[in-house]
């Protein structure tokens, strides 16, 4: 078909992100300047429009009026996702040698900065949900005993990471978290990949950003949770902790040498969209009609779980023993496709477009699937086998560089890996270069690729 034709090809419901929504919910700026003469928009740092590290011209003035908007001392746009700036940002934190913690729901692209910035991943674990198989938030008493052993295990820690909201949109007590890790005077990074739109503080039942509670850096990612184009992002830093010259250099060495001024314009325009009392008019209808279709399925019996989100739906697929990736594969044969198809649930994203007449089709799916399959008992996952805070056995640079061979997972235990493993979506590794494949951790493994037959290998690349 050829990848210009698929561009085009319509897709059915798109419940899966870019939140706009094959382009309903771009602002419309943006709408009107994609309509002019094609191109005429592609430029690059131009004198005129500058760039996110010009301390002069357009993109300048427009971080400067974003970061006044929101209240925080300075902002960065990104045109590599909240990947770039989150790989950027860890290397402003930590130096060479320095750990960082981090919880085992993090990102892989923040293992991958730890990587090329020489750093230790200090990875804690987080409660774990058993009826439907994936991490759920934690309080301040868990972070105090992570604090406790991780003090035991490292003593050059340089900063802590939190991720919240989820993928999955639950959200935790981030005013009491980013109290405790102030208290050890350390910075920390708040990957709110799939919080932007917190930031408008639309309601005030809704969780509230990171950044409302002192957090030294956030990062959002302006296409999974406010209406900007793919890649778009920005970081955010307020306070002392973090030395912005640090920022700048971090992200000069991430950065392209041509950013793209479309991208940089979707940046500016999604942020003031979370701010224009228009949008925001708009913003809270598409809660309030996602709060009704949550309604909606509930009351007919489609098995949903809860969480802090409206505009994310979870289905509980194991509710009745089914695996999420199969009942994905149900909803997209009926032209509904989600978003995070895992082996416990299947979580849609409604964006900030319009779904209307969603509820009684996927009623009718839902129901339709359940009969194929048949109504089976409740499945329940087990803890994955994570110590509560644990340190790779060798250093990532020293694995990488490393000779390896590919081993069965059945013949790897005992060997040290030299590669991540790691289903995406969601993008959280279930194994990182250098950790050592323990009889508990291959097991486990072995009984997650049943789940993700198609994600994860029956081989793994080990130190030879
Ligand atoms: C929690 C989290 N952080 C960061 C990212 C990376 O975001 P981006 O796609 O904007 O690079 C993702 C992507 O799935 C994510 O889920």
């Known amino acids: 078909m050829g990848l210009v034709n698929l561009l085009s090809a ?13 382009g309903n919910a771009l602002p419309k700026k943006i709408k009107r300047l994609l309509k002019l003469r094609p191109g005429i928009w592609d430029l690059p740092e131009l004198f005129e429009i500058g760039g996110p590290l010009i301390s002069e ?19 960065w746009y990104g045109v590599n996702g909240a990947t770039g700036l989150l790989q950027s940002s860890l290397l402003a934190l930590a130096s060479p040698g320095q750990a960082v913690l981090m919880p085992r729901n993090v990102h892989k692209s923040c293992i991958q900065a730890c990587l090329f910035g020489g750093l230790i991943p200090l990875l804690f674990d987080v409660p774990y949900l058993t009826d439907r198989g994936h991490a759920s938030v934690f309080d301040r008493k868990w972070l105090q005993r992570v604090f406790k052993k991780a003090k035991e295990l490292e003593d050059d820690i340089a900063a802590v990471v939190l991720v919240n909201p989820t993928y999955q949109g639950y959200s935790a007590d981030m005013e009491s978290l980013i109290q405790e890790i102030h208290s050890h005077s350390l910075p920390v990074l708040v990957d709110e990949a799939h919080g932007a739109y917190l930031i408008s503080q639309i309601r005030p039942d809704l969780p509230k950003s990171a950044i409302s509670f002192g957090a030294d850096l956030v990062v959002h990612s302006l ?21 912005p010259f640090k920022i700048e250099r971090s992200i000069e060495l991430l950065q392209t040498s041509s950013p793209s001024s479309l991208l940089l314009a979707s940046c500016e325009s999604s942020i003031k969209e979370l701010f224009e009392s ?19 399925l509930i009351h007919k019996d489609v098995p949903l779980l809860k969480n802090s989100d409206p505009l994310r739906i979870i289905l509980h697929t194991s509710r009745y023993g089914l695996s999420g990736i199969e009942v994905d594969k149900s909803f997209i044969k009926n032209r509904i496709i989600g978003e995070l198809a895992e082996p416990g649930t299947l979580t849609f994203c409604l964006g900030l477009s319009s779904h209307k007449r969603l509820g009684k089709r996927f009623v009718r799916i839902w129901n339709e699937t359940l009969k194929s ?16 805070v644990s340190k790779p056995y060798k250093p990532f640079s020293c694995c990488w560089g490393s000779s390896f061979e590919k081993v069965y997972l059945q013949d790897a235990i005992g060997r040290i890996s030299v590669e991540m493993v790691c289903p995406y979506p ?35 690349r080990v130190i030879s």
């Open 57 to 75: 011209g357009a993109i300048a003035e427009s971080q400067k009026s974003s970061a006044y908007e929101v209240g925080v001392d300075r902002c």
């Open 10 to 22: 319509s897709r059915g419901e798109n419940l899966f992100l870019p939140a706009h929504g094959r």
């Open 373 to 388: 399959f048949g109504r089976q008992k409740p499945s329940f996952f087990k803890r994955p086998p994570f110590s509560i």
């Open 223 to 243: 296409h999974k949770s406010a209406p900007g184009l793919v890649q778009c992002a920005v970081l955010w830093s307020q306070g002392e902790k973090v030395d």
């Open 426 to 460: 969601p993008g959280i590794p279930l194994l990182i270069p250098g950790e050592i494949l323990d009889e508990a951790r291959v097991d486990w493994l072995i009984e997650q690729k049943c789940f993700w037959p198609e994600q994860i290998s029956d081989f793994v």
């Open 278 to 296: 228009k949008a925001l008019k708009k913003l809270k209808s598409r809660i309030e009609e996602a709060e009704l279709l949550k309604d909606f």
